[in-house]
């Protein structure tokens, strides 16, 4: 009965099983379930080693010890291998096959001893009173934890295919990631200058990468809207049109704070019916910004449709090492490469690198993080621009 998967057992009450939702039962009741299978088991040993007493006395007579003590190693012998032992192993090897059934047996001998129990887990809780122990007796009002379901998960890889089994994994960790952890940073934002010349405009409505557009006046700091690029289309055939034309199919700017947790904004997205949202921090100030495809790879892994500033940031070289661009986010480095950079702190390779050095570094700085050798290729102002990253230490020492 301990020894029952609770999960399956819920899974069959919720079928309908009616020897699982007597199970269920006992098991919600835990004190009387033990308090009659410890009477049961005490009382049959008591017995069986009194009736050995008794046999022995009367074949062997009153005055021999010998035979005395062997009755008692025999009936211990025979209650440890019979009794404890063989039939334990195996109701725990199959705990189900041998719960269900029982159950009736066991709600039956519960009915019966339940005058004896009663007054014995009396007592008992009597005795836990005054030690200050508290017990929770209904074992189904616990709780699992993210942590305990996780487990459970990665415990489950033989019934799961790995890409299911890592999708749920993903799924359960997305409550600790934050919107800026996957956002598109503000440096990479594709985006419209409303101020711009009606030519320039339309050239760059005809060659971007995405169907939505922030739209700013003057500087990214100014967002006025978000455009969908398909609504221009019309404006895009004249040779001339006028820029309040263009402001007006603007959308209103949804803005994000940026330390919102993913799955809190995939539920403001469905409830939103959007899929852009603008990043800001406490300040108010344009981080970058982060869209519903952005929160959907986090579970179900990277598209293959990406724009041509989101490839060819991973270079592999003959000698194992990879040519990586520092605004690379450290995310789609473990997630891509296999590494195992620290996510606490710094976003992108770029941050990771300054953080750990507290300085700005020249081309030709090398370093070791998280045991990954580090060389410093590129540099522009102020920002690491290439790195070449070698195979961790370790992974050299085994090879």
Same mark, same amino acid.
């Given at each position: 009965?301990?020894?029952?998967?609770?999960?399956?057992?819920?899974?069959?009450?919720?079928?309908?099983?009616?020897?699982?939702?007597?199970?269920?039962?006992?098991?919600?009741? =835990?004190?009387?379930?033990?308090?009659?299978?410890?009477?049961?088991?005490?009382? #049959?040993?008591?017995?069986?080693?009194?009736?050995?007493?008794?046999?022995?006395?009367?074949?062997?007579?009153?005055?021999?010890?010998?035979?005395?003590?062997?009755?008692?190693?025999?009936?211990?012998?025979?209650?440890?291998?019979?009794?404890?032992?063989?039939?334990?192993?195996?109701?725990?090897?199959?705990?189900?096959?041998?719960?269900?059934?029982?159950?009736?047996?066991?709600?039956?001998?519960?009915?019966?001893?339940?005058?004896?129990?009663?007054?014995?887990?009396?007592?008992?809780?009597?005795?836990?009173?005054?030690?200050?122990?508290?017990?929770?007796?209904?074992?189904?009002?616990?709780?699992?934890?993210?942590?305990?379901?996780?487990?459970?998960?990665?415990?489950?890889?033989?019934?799961?295919?790995?890409?299911?089994?890592?999708?749920?994994?993903?799924?359960?960790?997305?409550?600790?990631?934050?919107?800026?952890?996957?956002?598109?940073?503000?440096?990479?934002?594709?985006?419209?200058?409303?101020?711009?010349?009606?030519?320039?405009?339309?050239?760059?409505?005809?060659?971007?990468?995405? =169907?939505? #557009?922030? !739209?700013?006046?003057?500087?990214?700091?100014?967002?006025?809207?978000?455009?969908?690029?398909?609504?221009?289309?019309?404006?895009?055939?004249?040779?001339?049109?006028?820029?309040?034309?263009?402001?007006?199919?603007?959308?209103?700017?949804?803005?994000?704070?940026?330390?919102?947790?993913?799955?809190?904004? #995939?539920?403001?997205?469905?409830?939103?019916?959007?899929?852009?949202?603008?990043?800001?921090?406490?300040?108010?100030?344009?981080?970058?910004? !982060?869209?519903?495809?952005?929160?959907?790879?986090?579970?179900?892994?990277?598209?293959?449709?990406?724009?041509?500033?989101?490839?060819?940031?991973?270079?592999?070289?003959?000698?194992?090492?990879?040519? !990586?661009?520092?605004?690379?986010?450290?995310?789609?480095?473990?997630?891509?490469?296999?590494?195992?950079?620290?996510?606490?702190?710094?976003?992108?390779?770029?941050?990771?690198?300054?953080?750990?050095?507290?300085?700005?570094?020249?081309?030709?700085?090398?370093?070791?993080?998280?045991?990954?050798?580090?060389?410093?290729?590129?540099?522009?102002?102020?920002?690491?621009?290439?790195?070449?990253?070698?195979?961790?230490?370790?992974?050299?020492?085994?090879?």
């Amino acid at each position: 009965m301990m020894a029952l998967n609770r999960h399956r057992l819920s899974h069959l009450v919720r079928k309908g099983n009616k020897s699982a939702k007597l199970t269920a039962k006992l098991l919600a009741q =835990t004190d009387k379930l033990l308090g009659s299978i410890l009477f049961g088991n005490t009382l #049959l040993n008591v017995a069986a080693a009194t009736l050995t007493e008794v046999i022995v006395l009367r074949l062997f007579g009153d005055h021999n010890s010998v035979a005395l003590i062997a009755g008692s190693l025999v009936i211990t012998f025979t209650i440890l291998v019979l009794s404890e032992i063989m039939p334990k192993i195996i109701a725990a090897s199959f705990p189900e096959r041998v719960a269900l059934p029982s159950s009736y047996v066991l709600s039956f001998l519960i009915k019966l001893f339940h005058p004896v129990v009663s007054v014995a887990t009396a007592l008992v809780r009597r005795f836990l009173w005054l030690l200050r122990i508290k017990v929770q007796v209904d074992q189904s009002k616990y709780k699992m934890s993210m942590e305990e379901l996780r487990m459970l998960v990665l415990e489950s890889e033989q019934f799961l295919p790995r890409k299911h089994q890592k999708m749920l994994l993903n799924l359960v960790d997305i409550e600790r990631i934050a919107v800026n952890d996957v956002m598109v940073p503000r440096n990479q934002i594709e985006a419209l200058d409303l101020d711009a010349e009606p030519g320039v405009l339309r050239e760059q409505l005809a060659t971007c990468h995405h =169907t939505l #557009l922030p !739209v700013y006046e003057g500087s990214l700091d100014n967002i006025v809207g978000i455009l969908h690029v398909r609504r221009a289309l019309a404006l895009m055939r004249r040779e001339d049109f006028a820029r309040e034309e263009l402001h007006d199919l603007l959308h209103e700017p949804y803005f994000i704070p940026s330390d919102t947790a993913l799955l809190s904004q #995939l539920q403001h997205f469905q409830e939103r019916q959007i899929r852009l949202g603008l990043v800001v921090d406490e300040y108010g100030e344009l981080l970058g910004l !982060v869209t519903l495809e952005n929160i959907l790879e986090e579970i179900v892994g990277d598209f293959t449709t990406q724009s041509p500033a989101q490839t060819g940031r991973f270079l592999r070289q003959d000698d194992g090492s990879l040519l !990586v661009e520092g605004s690379t986010p450290l995310r789609d480095l473990n997630r891509k490469l296999g590494v195992r950079f620290p996510l606490s702190g710094a976003k992108t390779l770029n941050g990771l690198i300054l953080e750990h050095l507290q300085d700005i570094p020249e081309a030709g700085t090398s370093l070791k993080i998280a045991d990954y050798p580090i060389e410093i290729i590129q540099t522009h102002d102020r920002v690491v621009k290439v790195v070449k990253i070698f195979p961790a230490l370790h992974q050299k020492a085994n090879e």
